[in-house]
Structure formats: C-alpha cells, structure tokens
C-alpha cells in the first residue's frame, strides 16, 4: 500500500491519497463537508493524476509522507517515517489485506533532529541488509545529521 499525506486546501486540512494495488478493485473517497479527507485508488496512473490535481491545488506533502518508505521481503513489510525528532516504524507479516492498520507500530523520540536523522538512515541502512527491497522507490531529501563529535572532556593545560 502507497500513501500520500498532504497538508493545504481552505480551510487548511490534511488529505490523505492511498494505493491499493487492486486492478479489479474500486476506490473510495471519504468526504466531510465539501473536504476530501481520503481518497483510495487502485491503480498506479490514478494515483498519480490524483497526486498531480492535489498538488496543482496548492497541496503540499507533510514530512511524515515524504520520509515514509515501504520495505518488504517475500514474507515481511516495514514502513518507516519521520516527523521532527521522531522516527515512526511499522512492520507485520505481508497478507493479501495488509493495510496501513496491520502490524506492530513503533514510535522513538530522540533528543534532537540531527539524532533523528541518523536513526532514519541506520535503520534503512539495516533492513537493506537484512534483505528488504524498497516498494515504492523515489527520492527522499532529508539533510544528513552532522558529524557526531567525541565525547569526553578536554584536557586541560
């Protein structure tokens, strides 16, 4: 499953675009008032027109969206995103109706963003080398953390 979460719209509201690859399936729209709050496709070229209106509308994607990334196995998924100084992971054994909803989620909140950051990347680092393949693979723009610096206190003179 591919989800996109995007933050605009009068009033400011957040919308949600999700694919479930279901070629025979039909999507869904849920609606509150004249606001789309969710919007279910199933095939990839209505995804996309879907997220190309939303954002010709003045959208924008939230961090949380353009960090998340989808990782499987044969048997396995994990999804893993970032918010300010928090990294959310996700991950549960692959069935034909896994949904945002299944498998154990985890939320870790660091000390400070560049701590964060670093977490992002190790941990995708690690599940790469575990074996886990990127889904949906694009390019995610997140500035690395800085060097650490050593620990330990100066001698002094």
């Not at 690859?21 to 509150?32: N, Q, T």
């Not at 996309?48 to 939230?62: H, L, P, R, Y």
């Not at 941990?123 to 060097?147: F, L, N, S």
């Amino acid at each position: 499953m591919l989800l996109r979460e995007l933050e605009g719209g009068d009033p400011q509201h957040i919308c949600k675009l999700l694919l479930i690859e279901d070629p025979d399936g039909f999507g869904h729209r849920v609606i509150e008032g004249k606001l789309l709050l969710e919007h279910v496709l199933t095939k990839m070229a209505d995804f996309e027109q879907a997220m190309a209106e939303k954002i010709a509308e003045g959208f924008v994607e939230t961090e949380a969206s353009t960090t998340r990334r989808v990782f499987i196995t044969a048997e396995q998924f994990w999804i893993i995103s970032l918010d300010g100084d928090t990294v959310v992971t996700q991950a549960g054994a692959i069935r034909a109706d896994w949904r945002e909803t299944t498998g154990k989620i985890r939320s870790r909140e660091f000390r400070d963003r560049n701590r964060a950051v670093a977490a992002y990347h190790k941990a995708i680092t690690d599940k790469r080398a575990e074996g886990y393949r990127e889904k949906y693979e694009r390019e995610v723009q997140i500035a690395d953390a800085p060097k650490a610096r050593k620990s330990g206190r100066k001698k002094s003179r």
